[in-house]
């Protein structure tokens, strides 16, 4: 008896060691998580970072598709290509200047999809699409500034993760001035650098079909 209660003492203060020692690993959240750095070194001087927390779980082939993109640096100097004022924040392929031949189905549910269950809400990241096309994700993506606007979005299109710091920053570049008509920043704001780290988890590549439409440009 007694050479148990040594023992559970022994277990509890291990706990206690890993809780306020360093060197210890939280292993309950192994979502891969990206980091977006902006280059302040362009017009409008908005430098700083961000970070977003992808959901495999929820859109496995989505998420496989992104990490793939970071690693062959698609969001690498990659510009911010719509600004709408506390709504969202596009970021990816100015002009649809072809800077990926490739697309992957839509995971969401009016695609078809009933896995990906995350709710729309403020600080959410969600795959772009080419208008009409619900197979058209190719990597371009926007983050959701209000709940409000969020609302309108479930279920519409493939919600891939959410940003976990930075959002006061992506805040203040949706107030950026604009261009009439297609809601582009006026000065460029763009990433210098975007990372992942895995935690230690391997993530296999996407199913991807060839990219047929590029709107905006003659093919």
């Known amino acids: 008896m007694i050479k148990k209660a040594a023992a559970l003492i022994l277990i509890f203060a291990l706990m206690l060691s890993c809780t306020y020692m360093t060197g210890c690993t939280d292993m309950s959240n192994r979502n891969p998580v990206v980091t977006f750095i902006f280059d302040p070194d362009t017009s409008s001087g908005v430098g700083g970072t961000f970070s977003i927390e992808l959901f495999p779980e929820k859109?496995?082939?989505?998420?496989?598709?992104?990490?793939?993109?970071?690693?062959?640096?698609y969001y690498d100097k990659l510009n911010v290509s719509e600004?709408?004022?506390?709504?969202?924040?596009?970021?990816?392929?100015l002009g649809h200047a072809k800077l990926n031949d490739r697309v992957i189905k839509?995971?969401?549910a009016e695609n078809g999809f009933t896995g990906n269950d995350v709710e729309i809400v403020?600080?959410?990241?969600?795959?772009?699409?080419?208008?009409?096309?619900?197979?058209?994700?190719y990597g371009d993506f926007f983050i959701v500034l209000s709940d409000e606007?969020?609302?309108?979005?479930?279920?519409?299109?493939?919600?891939?993760g959410k940003v976990t710091e930075g959002l006061e920053l992506i805040d203040d570049i949706s107030l950026a001035k604009f261009?009439?008509?297609n809601f582009q920043p006026v000065y460029s704001i763009r990433t210098l650098k975007a990372t992942v780290d895995l935690k230690g988890r391997s993530y296999p590549e996407a199913e991807t079909m060839e990219r047929t439409n590029y709107p905006g440009m003659h093919s």
Request: some cysteine; overall charge negative; aromatic content about 6%.
């Open 59 to 73: 859109a496995p082939n989505s998420v496989n598709f992104f990490i793939q993109l970071v690693a062959e640096g």
């Open 179 to 181: 261009y009439p008509g």
């Open 149 to 160: 606007v969020g609302k309108e979005l479930n279920g519409k299109c493939c919600a891939v």
């Open 106 to 108: 839509g995971e969401f």
């Open 83 to 93: 600004v709408h004022s506390g709504a969202s924040v596009t970021i990816g392929d």
């Open 122 to 137: 403020r600080g959410t990241v969600c795959l772009k699409l080419d208008s009409g096309d619900p197979d058209s994700n």
